[in-house]
């Protein structure tokens, strides 16, 4: 089976994509969804989850304070692009004909919800935050974030490729098998 759209099998780049969307789909349903659905717990709560999200707001405090636009954004992500994750590497895994779709979507969405939770902490002055901190700002916020720019950036380039050449192969046939209409009359 071909996974890449290509010859046999999945290419590295095609496995690497793959392997991006499981870890999505446990970073959104497991990591996320707990700040979902524990939120108002997180400060005073000593579960392991809940100390990771107490360490992350040291470079963005919105996570201990229930933001609204946090909640409201990390909800939408573990509800709707954690399973849409996970469904996106089923169908890598067996060839599914909307596979690009699922990855054009979820890759949208991941960018989307990023560029909103950078420009709203923008907007705010940065304010959550010890800005310019190494490890708090640096490392948490811009570049553990980043990824969620960078690498759906490069997946909807690819799907958009994906998706073209297929619809370019389904234009043709389409013209190759209806006559044209216009010069029968």
Known sequence: RSCGGGGGGMGAWRRLGVCWFALCGFVHLVIEGWFSLYHRRI???????????????????????????TVCMETITAVAWGPLSIWTVVAFLHNKPYRFVLQLIVSLGQLYGDVLYFFTEYREGFQHGEFGHPVHFWFYFVFMNSLWVVVPGVLIGDAWRHLTRAQLVTDGRTLEAKPNKSKTK
């Open 43 to 69: 400060p005073g709560d000593q579960a392991f989850l809940s100390q990771l999200w107490k360490e992350y707001a040291k470079g963005d405090s919105r996570y201990v304070l229930a933001d609204n636009f």
